[in-house]
């Protein structure tokens, strides 16, 4: 075998296009993955944000016009947690979810000097945990998501 056979057998080989695209699909492949897992996530938690947000003014405008009894603070909890003050079914993320009502921040009085009233504060943190992280066994990938809500109690 001579030299200049095996340099013509190396320039054939690299000459060669039939797995050209088999190694781009290869490379590309991963980072499309990637990409799908980055957009299914951010999807779960903007519906996990908006409905989380959507609870606590719900449970808001519930203590508003309601007495800030211990009974009615829970059930605007379940509210938060659950859409309706019954309780029901929880989303799979509500189980770390933390939710404080704090009555009596403060106290107001309308401009007319008519009605007076008390400041309420209903904050909802939820430990957002990542599927994708739970898929591969990182049980530890949060995200807080937090909402803060003041009302005016004004009462029945």
Known sequence: ??????????????????????????????????ALAFSFEFGRMFVAHHTIVNNVRSAVRYLSRSDLSAARQTEAEQIVRTGVPSGGAEPEWVESADIQIVPSQSTFTDANFRTGGQIVRVQATVNFRFLIATFIG???ATIPIVIVEDIRHIGD
Request: net charge positive; hydrophobic share 40%; aromatic share 14%.
């Open 1 to 34: 075998m001579s030299a200049s056979g095996g340099y013509q057998r190396r320039r054939n080989f690299f000459r060669k296009e039939d797995g050209s695209i088999t190694v781009e699909f290869v490379v590309t492949f991963p980072l499309i993955l990637a």
């Open 138 to 140: 990182d049980e530890r």
